[in-house]
């Protein structure tokens, strides 16, 4: 018959569990250790390397946006404050906001054109414009970071993915299936018409119709009547190179 521990091997495992668990405890707390030592040996490095390459990181597109990837790695955000270490030595905070004012300037420039919806190319194409003068300029991905603080003031700005296209969206006006979808098909010219969203994705006349004239209340879309087959062509500035550069040098 198997023997059961007594009192004195149950202590002795007891004691063994503890040991087991404060060596656990202090091995997950010397790598904690060395992880916190090692980031803050990166975040050192960074900042020497940002001293060293600042007008870079201020005029190069690119390397500003490796830049921002590197901080990114280590947890570092330099747009989170115009104060600070970061702002005082690359001035990076007041670049955008800078652009900021600037998308907001251009977006309520051609609203009265596109309702509040404008590619992100074409935002783009106005910024450089005005920005000839500048040093420094200006891409997508500083487009997307300025526009991602702008959300902080609830003012109403968000980008969009429709199809292969990115969408700045500087209204409150909500979009849904069957809107995108519609944006999506006027991708490849400019326009649709209701027969031929009627064609291309066999929806009845009366939801086509029904969707079109939302769009156009909303401000997002344009009649035309003049083409020669006859047929009521609905055009989309936001999609539509035919707007673009339109009210560029007001």
């Known amino acids: 018959m198997r023997r059961r521990p007594g009192i004195g091997g149950l202590q002795k495992a007891a004691a063994a569990r503890d040991q087991y668990r404060l060596l656990g405890e202090n091995v997950a707390k010397l790598r904690t250790d060395m992880m916190k030592e ?72 051609t609203r009265s054109l596109n309702g509040g919806l404008i590619s992100l190319q074409e935002l783009c194409n106005h910024l450089r414009q005005r ?33 292969k296209k990115k969408l700045v969206r500087s209204v409150p006006t909500e979009l849904n299936k069957d809107h995108n979808q519609i944006l999506e098909l006027a991708q490849g010219q400019g326009f649709v018409t209701v027969e031929q969203v009627q064609r291309r994705l066999s929806w009845t006349s009366g939801r086509v119709i029904d969707a079109l004239e939302t769009l156009l209340e909303e401000g997002l879309a344009m009649i035309d009547n003049g083409s020669k087959d006859g047929k009521c062509q609905y055009w989309f500035p936001c999609v539509s190179s035919v707007y673009s550069f339109v009210g560029s040098d007001t």
């Open 38 to 109: 090692q980031l803050a040996t990166f975040k050192s490095q960074l900042e020497e390397f940002a001293r060293k390459h600042k007008n870079d990181i201020r005029k190069n597109p690119s390397f500003r946006a490796q830049f921002h990837e590197m901080c990114a790695k280590v947890g570092v955000d330099p747009l989170a404050s115009n104060k600070g270490f970061w702002a005082e030595l690359l001035g990076i905070g007041d670049f955008y906001y800078e652009l900021g004012v600037q998308i907001i300037e251009v977006c309520m420039l």
């Open 131 to 163: 920005r000839k003068k500048d040093r420094e300029a200006v891409t997508e991905d500083d487009c997307l970071r300025a526009i991602s603080k702008l959300k902080v003031l609830g003012s109403g700005f968000e980008v969009i993915t429709i199809g």
